[in-house]
């Protein structure tokens, strides 16, 4: 035998031994044990890693960690798995794309791992169900949402309160000072959410009189969470907000517009002409042509300045 054949081959044996090491090691071992083997780094459907894909391939894994995401030993364990069912929730198999949402049986996990013993834990499952899940969802799961966040004083859960739409979040917002002492802000703002008109008025006059680029960009987050009419009216109105920056080519572009449109997005996830286009070089000038027209004809919107220089 050659030797370049016989390294090929040794090395032909070696990998074969390590990937019958690999399936030994994974032999009876639960879906929960199994996403906690893959290293971090590629724990998310759309790594598309081996280690990962070889997991996601079974088809019963999202109810199996929905059900079961308590077995992970430690905190940490069970917020990876929540994690992970999360991006599982929100991944097409078939596309292999991850979507803005994840799956409603995700949700209802996450409502349960509010009760964990853990802070870290509930911690975690408060700020998933907040950024993760439309708000239809979180609506429905309303009522216990509320229930358990006051049975374990989660004060970091200010914002999903305000999410629930619910008359007891409103309430328990108001009468656990906790809540206000933990962020003064946060707790007017779902409020407003919630309905407050005093707050929802506040938030719009300083997103309207605001200077400086980054408050206007934060303002602008807080407004799309409100989610109105009103606030959303108000963010429509600066699509064709002059300032501009420069990039390194020298080329000027809108620098709130993409900051505008992403908080509309946000606020009117359903709304398609806000989808960003597939070729963004591209499909510039119709992309936000149809915007401006939608916003003309949705908010009553009259421009007194020209459409600014602009790139997605």
């Known amino acids: 035998m050659s030797g370049k054949i016989m390294v090929l081959t ?7 031994g390590r990937v019958a090491g690999q399936e030994s090691k994974t032999v009876g071992m639960s879906n929960v044990e199994r996403v906690l083997t893959v290293p971090e780094v590629y724990r998310s459907p759309s790594s598309r890693s081996p280690e990962i894909m070889d997991v996601v391939s079974q088809t019963n894994l999202l109810a199996d ?12 364990d069970r917020s990876a798995v929540l994690r992970f069912a999360v991006d599982l929730g929100a991944y097409n198999v078939g596309t292999k794309r991850r979507t803005s949402y994840s799956d409603e049986r995700v949700a209802k996990a996450l409502v349960a791992a509010l009760d964990d013993e853990s802070l870290d834990v509930r911690e975690t499952a408060a700020s998933l169900l907040e950024q993760r899940f439309r708000i239809e969802t979180i609506r429905a799961l309303g009522p216990q949402i509320v229930e358990v966040v006051r049975k374990r004083k989660l004060i970091d859960a200010i914002l999903l309160l305000g999410l629930t739409g619910v008359a007891e979040a409103a309430s328990l917002l108001q009468e656990d000072k906790a809540f206000r002492r933990a962020s003064g802000r946060y707790t007017e703002l779902a409020l407003a ?32 969470y409100i989610g109105n009419d009103a606030a959303c009216k108000a963010l429509a109105e600066e699509l064709r907000n002059p300032e501009i920056a420069r990039v390194d080519s020298g080329m000027a572009y809108a620098l709130r517009r993409n900051n505008i449109i992403d908080a509309l997005r946000k606020a009117l996830p359903d709304e398609p002409v806000l989808e960003p286009p597939d070729y963004p070089g591209r499909r510039d000038a119709s992309y936000y042509a149809a915007i401006e027209a939608w916003a003309e004809k949705k908010y009553s919107i009259t421009w007194t300045n020209a459409r600014p220089a602009f790139r997605y």
Not at 10 to 16: R, S, V
Not at 65 to 76: H, I, M, S
Not at 213 to 221: G, H, I, P, Q, V
């Open 193 to 224: 959410r919630l309905g407050n008109e005093e707050y929802q008025t506040n938030f719009i006059g300083q997103f309207r009189t605001a200077k400086s680029f980054r408050e206007k960009f934060t303002l602008a987050s807080d407004l799309a």
């Open 65 to 76: 960690l929905c059900e079961n995401w308590r077995a992970g030993k430690t905190p940490d």
């Open 10 to 16: 040794m090395l032909g044996l070696a990998l074969a």
